[in-house]
């Protein structure tokens, strides 16, 4: 026997799992990237929110591909080994036994994702681009100052990537690439991620963040951009509006938008499962930033 | 921004979606058969609300196929053409002419349950058992009455459902058999359900009743049994604990449980998404029968 | 021991065998489509014989797919139900009940045809437009007058259709439309015919009627035309020469011999088996509408 | 206009196809090996009626496969090039130089009948046993004579076979062998049709001779056997009244059948269209060797 | 243990085996077209050392296509019947009866070379042109002199020969092809496979010829040309430095490097193993014709 | 022109090819699992040596699976991080920490593995046992001694192994395992490659050591064992004649030798392409261990 209180419930239930629908016949078989990081990564109970949702993604039909970064375990082995952490721009200045350590990391972080994955019963391979020659790059140029080991992505192979998602599998990527001479290089993720969905013609593109998304003012938390269009976005930059930190993750989510990618949000990674709502509920969540 | 309230909603919203994702993978490309009949099938709020159901289960790569009776409709129908309507022990009296009333009827059913799909936009396509010879039957023998054009099937031929399913068209069948002689019969609906789940080796039967399921005590709804196990439902039998009406149904469920259908189920149809609960939620609702 | 008279049967056999080869090589593969009506439909003989036909096409690798009305079995029910059979050009005036009775006795005769090919060993499938939203349609207009739920096709979808060709079914489809909010709407079947012949790109189309073909005077039956091209069907019309009730089934010829279907045949269904004949022999009979 | 005259004939047309359609049902994709040979050979006008009938039969989706001897070719072309021509038991005694003229001659017809079959539009391809060592043979032992490169099948590879069959191709193949060490030897062309026939495990196995079929007293030609079991057959020979010239044959058509041919044929070569007329009607002619 | 010797020897085998290493990954699953004559034909030893290379391609995944002629002994058989054998501007006179003696001929050859093969564990079938049709020609004129059945390619039939590499087997083709009548012509071997090479678009066309390659000045061995472009070997022609027989055949290389064959080469087939060398080293051997 | 020298370079290079066809042959389209490990993985020569090799492999179709240990990379990466490094038995004692820092290094060796093939243009993938859950472990049990996270194997899943060879990867593994809690452990290399080989039922499995082969006698170079059999090894383990070192090597040959591996040897890793000449010479190298 079903009570009132039960009914209600049931009723939520089922509501919920219809408002769900749409959204499950619209993205099967479809590819979903994944930049994750940040405090979803650092968290465990936020790892777990995270694991648990594209284990639902990968069970309903759609293929996810996660790309990380490895924050702050880098600069930690980084200054275990005695060597010291520095950044130009951004960019972490990467010479040749930082690399070693980078991809070490990187490594670890990758296969603890796997494992993790797998112990929810999703077939997961932990990738770098060095694997099937994935992530091609070229040295990073960047006012004349040589950052070592930072290259950008001249060429995304998708081969095997397809052949893994063909057989069911979540393939998960750490953002190190290959120049012409088979040297490895240390890419950032955001880049990473933004290329392999334009490469892959993913139908979303989401990025894990610390942030609810853009704002229109960043002191004012009541001014979140729920959608936004690519030419918005660009006038924004124009205007000067975007602030330092966000401008590259912007130019990221645009270059995307131009080339392909249907849709790309601005997720918070802070929430718990964030990325489940923005793809099965109507109103979605963060920003999203479209053609 | 998202305000206090709706946070209850959201984080609601991802546990009940949590919930269900063990269920869609379990299910995932297995086929569910659903006899459909009774109030659900009469009242065009329920109606609506099985049919989205089947459209989730559908859209989350179950395989749905459905079988229908015609119940008060054909009375209608043979008494509007001047028939009498007549039973023997709760089966029609099926002369040369009612039969052909029948066929029209759960013809104008049948079609109108696809159309009805295909307004969802699921594809569809319905069949009676003469189509591909998919159900073959034999007169029924029942007391030395000849009750006429009723069958018991001999055969369920499988490959048009096959042909249907491989290429994501929900079946929805009404119970009409050919015996060797290609003339065609009447079959009882659940009769027809249950043989049509054994030849697919479906993975759930369930049925939508006017019932929340079987009672120990059908004057007591507490006494509202959640699942049982074959033997003990034949141990309730022996001892008359099922009434009349439930009898042949616990029949069909039984033999279908017996024969490899891993769970059958009597689900109350006059709730609304009766079955996406049951499918979808760990409790489960109505009556499981188990080997 | 063969006999004389034996012998020169055996040299016919022989003859006739070898008069049908180059057909039976070129139509291998090939879909045909059938549209089933008049004398063909109501005599037994008749009925049998085409259905015997259909079958030989079948087994020597033709794709038939066969398109009926109801004819005189609609004006019976719905007058067995109290309603009145009204026309307005030729089209049956159609309101809500009436479709209902046109629905029910189109799936009847169907079905019918179904079971009888199933009869001789050919798998069949029995079809109306909704099935798999096969015939979508808008409600036609005529001159102003509302005949009700009366439909001109606006899109064939013929995936269904393929999928069971491809398992070597014969698909038997009435001519039942859904328009854009999926209501159902009574088609004229040779409109059906023409139109599903256009989108599978039918090697055939076939009209079985109550005519030996198309006359250049029809009070004079020697003036039967054998072979006609489109452009001079369409002299004829213009120069009044196609009387009424010919005209709209020669405007369907000429549209689907515009539209891509190779040969479009007016044949006599009161004679046996012309369809065999038109297709194996080299003389052919009845009219042939080419481009 | 069909004139009465036409229309007895039309009728008959019409019986004869639908005679042959049980037939072509029947056959449909089954592979039936013909031994061609005798006046069938010889006679252009049957060797045209042959190539018809195998244009036929493919045409219909039955796949013919062809073995031919070279018969008086053979000792033209030794005698020709000043060799005599010996038999022992029936076997052409064949030295390394006669071996050399048996292939050329035999070569010759096989891309003669292959020419001709292409010109009726079946795509046809000559083999020997060399190719792809389809036939595997040991020296044939007779009474310590030394016949020379005479051999006895040990092994058919039907590998060759089935990889044109399946491309629509009709082999025909001529009677030549490789020894272990891949020496080439004569084989007589009636044991390599009935162990080709077991090999591919063919429907029918069909030989072309210059007589009716079986005799039970070869002096009297109304004593010719229709059907005979192989039990029967075994015991004509017992009781020898199977005369010398057919006794091989016979024991060819008896291994055929016991080992899987289903229906094993002596049909009459000088009778035109003999194999279609077995083939396609219901008497078939010749005699019939069953299990 | 491995004493000194051996270990020099060692090095050399995994050098060369390294060296072989590039040119197997480019050649895998490519066609290669070798035209099979003169002495490499005539002499044993030669015959052996081309079948076993053959044998290293295949089993390397190379897609050997051989085309041979039948040289000498064409002409010892017309003689040994008693016909002369004229030749017209290097072209046999080719009346009906020695037409069948060519064709006779050129099967032994054929099939002599599908047993060698086979006999070295590759799968081989033996073709001339009228296997499915492969060579079609019309009858060559030349200055308006009959020469009989010598025929120009006018189509090349690749089907059977893609049917047969797609199981891994090698066609051996002689130069027989059909005119529109399907009456069988004579052809040049040289532009028999020259065209064949270009129907089946292959990597490499290889001519095993009695020389060392072209020479630019055909009196001195130490001009021989490793490699010329097109059209500086047409400059050639045009400048008269290309003497009389070599001229048809340089113009079929050229036929061959201008309509699509990558890699044309004129090989000595005097040489044991010119083949598998030209193929497996960096320098190659004999003269290489690029466009 | 080819002067003597060359000459008799080119007959050597053509013997050389011809000796390496048949085991081109024999292991086309089979799996060989390599144990990398040892000098060969120190020494930058013989690493490059061991890369060509293993694309030559792939080149001629067979396809190599990698097994890989870290070896002195671990230690050093250990005491860089300020730990101990301990071993009981052979086996290192693998605390939580310690066993970050080996997933680590392992991680970057095969990444260096996947790149340096991938610039030879092989297509490779490195994995960990974790990917696809491949390698399922439980806590090795040794003496009542907690040596901390060693697992053995209790299973290999061999479906990502499979996918990427379809798809002519080259999988690049090292040995780290998931226990039923999909927490991680250390484990054995040669015990990986021998377990990795049984499952895919490989043709061969190599290791390659330090060491030239099993010495009958370890401190006599002369009594280097060629080939041994399973029954014999165990003979010798019995009578104490395998010291130490070698025990366990020897046990996991045994092991893949009795459990479907063809053939299992032990090469000489120091010797440039011993991987090279162990497959294509007829005298092969090392000691092969067979059933």
């Given at each position: 026997m079903i009570d009132t209180l039960n009914s209600n419930l049931v009723e939520d239930k089922a509501n919920i799992l219809i408002e769900a629908l749409p959204y499950i016949q619209k993205f099967h078989n479809k590819v979903i990237v994944i930049?994750?990081?940040?405090?979803?990564?650092?968290?465990?109970?936020?790892?777990?929110s995270v694991m648990r949702d594209v284990a639902l993604l990968k069970s309903v039909g759609i293929h996810p591909v996660i790309v990380h970064g490895g924050g702050k375990e880098i600069t930690k082995?980084?200054?275990?080994?005695?060597?010291?952490?520095?950044?130009?721009?951004?960019?972490?200045i990467t010479d040749s036994d930082t690399m070693k350590i980078v991809e070490m990391v990187l490594g670890g972080v990758n296969k603890g994702l796997v494992s993790h994955m797998e112990s929810l019963g999703v077939k997961a391979v932990?990738?770098?681009?060095?694997?099937?020659?994935?992530?091609?790059?070229k040295?990073?140029?960047i006012d004349n100052v040589d950052i070592g080991f930072v290259g950008d992505i001249t060429?995304?192979?998708?081969?095997?990537?397809?052949?893994?998602?063909?057989d069911d599998y979540v393939p998960v990527i750490c953002p190190i690439g290959l120049d012409k001479n088979y040297k490895m290089y240390n890419i950032n993720a955001d880049e990473a991620a933004s290329e392999i969905a334009i490469s892959l013609e993913a139908e979303k593109l989401a990025f894990l963040t610390d942030t609810e998304g853009f704002y229109l003012n960043f002191n004012d938390e009541s001014s979140l951009i729920s959608r936004i269009s690519v030419s918005d976005s660009q006038k924004l930059i124009r205007e000067g509006k975007i602030n330092g930190g966000m401008l590259p993750k912007m130019e990221n989510c645009i270059r995307a938008a131009k080339?392909?990618?249907?849709?790309?949000?601005?997720?918070?990674?802070?929430?718990?499962?964030?990325?489940?709502?923005?793809?099965?509920?109507?109103?979605?969540?963060g920003t999203l930033i479209y053609r």
């Open positions: 930049k994750y990081g940040g405090s979803a990564m650092l968290d465990e109970t936020l790892k777990e082995w980084v200054e275990l080994n005695g060597m010291k952490s520095e950044f130009y721009n951004g960019f972490r932990g990738l770098s681009g060095k694997d099937g020659s994935m992530l091609r790059v040295k990073k140029e060429k995304v192979n998708t081969q095997l990537i397809n052949t893994l998602l063909k080339n392909g990618v249907k849709r790309v949000h601005i997720l918070d990674g802070r929430k718990m499962h964030s990325l489940l709502l923005e793809i099965f509920t109507k109103k979605g969540i």
